[in-house]
């Protein structure tokens, strides 16, 4: 008997020693199936589809190299294609007013005194925003949703990662998702050397959406952080605040003619 407890004593310190050393066993994270990319994907677009209007008030961030600035932001925009932007400094002054919906685009920038406008086909989106952006991404971005460029094959090489490709197989898109929810975490465009990063989801009557939005371009070196303070949803804009008119002393830019 005292042989016995001996043994089981000798067992027992044996097992405490070992398992000081033993870390917990956590299972690989496995890339997404075939299932969970369609139904991820078709979520992503239908989340698109449930936002026809947004009205986005909060801080932007802009930086270029070592310059940074601090700036304040209005955003708004609704369906058919309608978007909005104003940007101020945090103290309340106008700093650039743009407006753009199917058909053409006004801008209005109070620091120099001048207006452009011009078709949407003259619109370089960045020579008011220094982002590579088409207008149909900038207003799914703005709205805190995330752009699915066109693309011909989909499939999950990394763990919670799916990557989108053209017909010549080249990378069109990637877009991570947090592992704890699948909510989107970044998005990338290789082509443009554009990353989307997106944080601080809070609910809203159309679901989740990220009140944190980064534009990082590598390539340019600049980076674009949008911290919205208020978000909404699906709520009546009306017609006017799509309208923009120059005052009379501010010099008027033909877009699209005269090399413009």
């Known amino acids: ?24 066993f956590s299972p690989p994270y496995m890339p997404f199936s075939e299932k969970e990319i369609t139904n991820l994907i078709s979520n992503l677009k239908e989340q698109q589809e449930s936002v026809s209007s947004f009205q986005g008030i909060g801080r932007l961030r802009y930086k270029v190299g070592d310059r940074e600035s601090e700036l304040s932001l209005f955003a708004v925009g609704c369906r058919p294609f309608k978007i909005r932007l104003e940007i101020t400094h945090p103290w309340g002054k106008p700093i650039f007013h743009i407006v753009v919906d199917e058909r053409k685009i006004s801008a209005l920038s109070i620091v120099d005194n001048k207006f452009f406008q011009g078709p949407l086909t003259s619109l370089n989106m960045k020579r008011f925003i220094k982002f590579d952006l088409e207008l149909d991404s900038a207003w799914k971005i703005f709205s805190g949703r995330i752009p699915i460029l066109p693309y011909d094959r989909a499939d999950s090489v990394k763990a919670h990662e799916i990557t989108l490709y053209n017909k010549r197989n080249e990378v069109v898109e990637i877009i991570s998702f947090f592992p704890q929810n699948l909510l989107p975490r970044t998005v ?69 003619y005269n090399g413009n």
């Open 1 to 24: 008997m005292i042989r016995c407890e001996r043994w089981s004593f000798l067992f027992l310190l044996m097992l405490i020693s070992g398992c000081a050393h033993i870390a917990p």
């Open 188 to 256: 990338s465009f290789p082509k443009k050397g554009l990353s989307i990063m997106l944080s601080e989801f809070k609910e809203g009557d159309s679901g989740m959406y990220p009140s944190g939005i980064k534009i990082v371009d590598r390539d340019e070196d600049q980076l674009l952080d949008i911290r919205y303070t208020s978000l909404e949803f699906n709520k009546l804009i009306p017609e006017e605040i799509f309208q923009l008119n120059p005052p009379p002393d501010f010099k008027i830019i033909q877009l699209g």
